[in-house]
């Protein structure tokens, strides 16, 4: 559970900044804008169809092993690491090899960290003298990348952060942005970031993405301006939703992003666990960097997966034949992937699915047995193959699609199955998986958005969950069983434990009331409790009191019988 909670709190940081903006009026300006047709409509739609890049994170930091910015001022005193710079000379840098490995890999286009929140700026810049220039390798970098990736037709962008510990004028400081600078001005420093947004578009453009990060101090008035100039120097240009305002698309950080066609997403995560460069930090299994990938997709969105080079130029050996494998796994199979959109079955822990024209692809990960049963599809099966080959069956009756693949023919990380339907897939609504009969409702969603539904918390996707709006303090989440049940136990995996601080389980009476059944004050990662039988139909989490928005992965009532009690 540590991992989601320490990955939540951009997370966080941009929604507190999104209630902020809808504060504002900001919500009118982006309806407006909304009318028009978009200018970057074609990169997105590429962007999209492409689901892979690569994510690099690099500064002289490597020359320590700690992570990037965020050691600044705790495990590396601040001294030391503002002058990591004059020791930085990666010799062995070799731009083409960067842009051949994403290449080999399958990725599509590559973002490279131009400065992050240490502010050291790896291109050259006429803003701070603290720049790669001044090291004595002295070479631009971001140059040298951008053209290797346009040599290799990949896409090239740039990552730069918002907030600048290291910069004077920027109010907070190391460590990680909890301290404050004596004499900050943010006006001056809002000008300084935007004549280095200017020089990254104007000198290393046209970029695929400006992908900024952590806006601190940055409201939705300051950072739309921000958005809006990046707009008008390059109307195609991408833009993530880390500047106080949504933009182009949204970033779950170090999780799969929950399934939705309304709007892009891409998952940023590490290979291995530092997103710059850790001795022996242990690299992802394949089976799981393959499945991240295609989960990702199964989601409707993309993977930007990071890897962080070594202080002398050169990519772990070991991130970099991971890399090749996954490279080699898409070359054979990467039409399930590439130009897909996720769905029609929403992912789920075992299975993921894509499609394409009349082509459903189903990812099966962990089968039953010999098979796996689907929800039903409201099209005709046409025909059923094995992508990853072998022989498979599939039968479409009331139950649903079952598909039946023999032991030898189950593949590891992925086994995918291809079916050719009577009609476009893509016309197909959405059909959850696995949350069976079980409808949810709340009293509040975290910015009305279906990616925080309440249905989130009973689809059985441990990587979804229903949030609300932050501030919430009381609310409710009911679950509907479609049938009067008998259960006597609950589960709830609290997302961000500790935020409830007091609750009651309560069943609906015939009457229509609420009834506990059992209260507490303390839910947490893996909650469970057990109480007299009861029958119901309804049952709710009633959260009377919360330190900040409740969120919840997933509840479940335990039924009597339920052997898995
Ligand atoms: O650049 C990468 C991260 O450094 C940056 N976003 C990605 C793309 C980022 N900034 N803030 N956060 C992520 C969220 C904060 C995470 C933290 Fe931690 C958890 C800070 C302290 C605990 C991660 C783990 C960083 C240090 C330890």
């Not at 559970?1 to 940081?13: A, D, K, P, Y």
């Not at 290291?166 to 400081?173: A, E, K, R, V």
């Not at 080699?328 to 394409?356: D, F, H, Q």
């Not at 599939?394 to 649903?400: L, N, R, Y």
Request: aromatic share 10%.
């Amino acid at each position: 559970m540590s991992g989601r909670l320490r990955f939540g709190v951009v997370e966080v940081l941009v929604a507190a900044v999104g209630l902020l903006a809808a504060a504002e009026g900001w919500a009118e300006d982006k309806k407006k804008e909304e009318e028009k047709p978009s200018a970057n409509a074609e990169r997105l739609k590429w962007w999209q169809d492409a689901r892979f890049g690569m994510f690099i994170h690099w500064g002289p930091v490597a020359l320590k092993g700690t992570e990037i910015g965020w050691s600044r001022g705790a495990q590396v005193p601040i001294e030391e690491y503002d002058s990591l710079y004059k020791k930085f000379n990666p010799t062995k840098f070799d731009a083409d090899a960067w842009a051949r490995l994403a290449r080999d890999a399958g990725m599509k286009y590559v973002v490279l960290t131009t400065k992050h929140h240490d502010g050291f700026c790896l291109f050259d810049t006429k803003q701070t003298d603290f720049n790669v220039m001044n090291s004595p390798f002295k070479r631009d970098v971001t140059k040298e990348l951008a053209e290797a990736c346009r040599k290799h037709g990949l896409a090239f962008g740039t990552y730069h952060s918002v907030c600048d510990w290291h910069h004077p004028d920027f109010p907070l400081g190391s460590p990680g942005g909890k301290t404050k600078k004596p004499n900050p001005n943010l006006d001056r420093y809002e000008q300084y970031l935007r004549a280095q947004v200017t020089e990254l578009i104007k000198n290393y453009g046209p970029l695929h993405v400006m992908w900024f990060d952590v806006p601190q101090e940055f409201d939705a008035r300051r950072g739309g301006g921000v958005l809006k100039m990046v707009r008008e120097l390059q109307p195609d240009i991408l833009v993530n939703d880390r500047i106080s305002v949504p933009a182009d698309y949204s970033t779950p950080e170090q999780r799969v992003g929950g399934f939705t066609m309304k709007r892009p997403w891409e998952t940023c995560m590490t290979i291995a666990s530092q997103w710059a460069w850790k001795p022996n930090d242990p690299v992802k299994s394949l089976e799981q960097c393959l499945r991240t990938l295609v989960r990702c997709a199964g989601g409707d969105g993309n993977l930007l997966f990071n890897v962080g080079p070594k202080a002398d130029g050169e990519i772990e050996p070991e991130q970099a034949d991971r890399l090749r494998q996954m490279g080699a796994w898409l070359a054979k199979y990467g039409e399930s992937v590439y130009g897909t959109r996720g769905g029609p079955y929403m992912p789920t822990a075992r299975v993921a699915s894509t499609r394409k024209g009349n082509t459903v692809y189903v990812h099966v990960f962990d089968w039953d047995g010999d098979s796996v049963t689907l929800p039903p599809l409201p099209r005709k099966v046409t025909a059923a193959t094995l992508l990853t080959g072998g022989q498979v069956k599939a039968v479409q009756d009331d139950k649903g699609l079952t598909l039946t693949v023999g032991a030898g023919d189950r593949r590891e990380a992925d086994t995918i199955v291809k079916l050719e339907l009577d009609g476009p897939a893509l016309e197909i609504t959405p059909i959850r998986v696995g949350g069976g009969t079980v409808k949810a409702t709340a009293s509040n969603t975290f910015h009305n958005s279906d990616e925080h539904g309440p249905e989130m918390a009973v689809d059985g996707d441990p990587h979804t969950r229903w949030a609300t709006d932050s501030g919430t303090r009381k609310a409710w989440l009911a679950i509907d069983l479609g049938k009067d049940t008998a259960f006597d136990g609950v589960r709830v995996q609290e997302a961000y434990p500790g935020r409830v601080r007091k609750f009651a389980i309560e069943v609906q009476t015939p009457g229509g009331e609420w009834k506990p059944v059992h209260s507490g004050t303390t839910l947490g990662a893996d909650f469970r409790a057990r109480f007299t039988p009861v029958v119901a139909r309804h049952a709710r989490l009633n959260i009377l009191e919360a330190t900040e928005g409740p969120t919840i992965w997933e509840i479940r009532v335990v039924e009597a019988k339920d052997p898995n009690k």
